[in-house]
């Protein structure tokens, strides 16, 4: 009934930059929190920015500085500007948005499939 959609990853040489783009669709009623997590091989799914409905934004500090989360309330879309990459932002990155839909009275965690992004030194 909700899909995220990402798209925008790719292989890029360090000091690129990239604009991941993820688009929520379905029986939306309203979305609160959305953000970006990246899961490297091998390693543990990690946060990397989160924003609210109202634009207050937070990063992980690994990425503070170099990526930027945004997002349009009325197309149900979030985005994350990654400039100043490096090899170690090599990851499947995954939006995630807190929603609230048409069969439920609370909000629920929904996933996209991933996108990978490739820093190549």
């Known amino acids: 009934q909700v899909q995220l959609v990402e798209s925008g990853g790719g292989l890029v040489q360090a000091g690129g930059s990239l604009r991941l783009s993820c688009a929520a669709s379905g029986s939306i009623i309203r979305i609160n929190d959305m953000g970006w997590y990246r899961q490297a091989p091998g390693k543990q799914r990690e946060l990397v920015a989160t924003i609210t409905r109202g634009g207050s934004t937070y990063y992980a500090d690994s990425v503070k500085g170099r990526f930027t989360i945004s997002r349009d309330n009325a197309k149900n879309m979030v985005y994350l500007q990654m400039n100043s990459l490096k090899p170690e932002d090599t990851a499947v990155y995954y939006c995630?948005?807190?929603?609230?839909?048409?069969?439920?009275?609370?909000?629920?965690?929904?996933w996209g499939q991933g996108t990978q992004v490739t820093v190549s030194s």
């Open positions: 995630n948005a807190k929603i609230l839909t048409v069969a439920a009275v609370i909000t629920y965690d929904f």
